[in-house]
């Protein structure tokens, strides 16, 4: 059974860094682009950041830019995101989530529970 379990988030004041973490297990990522989301109650999902599991290519969201890094760990089979200069407006539930490459952005085969991240001003 695949699993994806976030961890680390919680309470951080505006300006501050907070470092996400998701351990995957219960199957192979080596063909999967593993990634980030997040999403405020009433809005769409939002992507911030993504990796590709096999070569370690990243690409990040709009909003992620110059401020967040996704990275991942192939022997601790888990992914990252360390969150640098966050801002209010970066409050929400950020979700793990992974997809076989060459399949559309939009979708993903796993997704995980969430965690919440909340940025006070």
């Known amino acids: 059974q695949v699993q994806l379990v976030e961890s680390g988030g919680g309470l951080v004041q505006a300006g501050g860094s907070l470092r996400l973490s998701c351990a995957a297990s219960?199957?192979?990522?080596?063909?999967?682009?593993m990634a980030w989301l997040r999403q405020v109650p009433g809005k769409e999902r939002e992507f911030v950041a993504a990796?590709?599991?096999?070569?370690?290519?990243?690409y990040y969201g709009d909003s992620a830019k110059g401020r967040f890094t996704i990275s991942r760990d192939k022997v601790k089979a888990s992914v990252y995101l360390q969150m640098n200069s966050v801002k209010p407006e970066d409050t929400a539930v950020y979700y793990c989530?992974?997809?076989?490459?060459?399949?559309?952005?939009?979708?993903?085969?796993?997704w995980g529970q969430g965690t919440q991240v909340t940025v006070s001003s």
């Open positions: 989530a992974a997809r076989r490459v060459g399949t559309s952005q939009y979708e993903y085969d796993y």
């Open positions: 219960g199957r192979t990522f080596s063909t999967y682009i």
């Open positions: 990796i590709s599991w096999d070569v370690g290519m990243s």
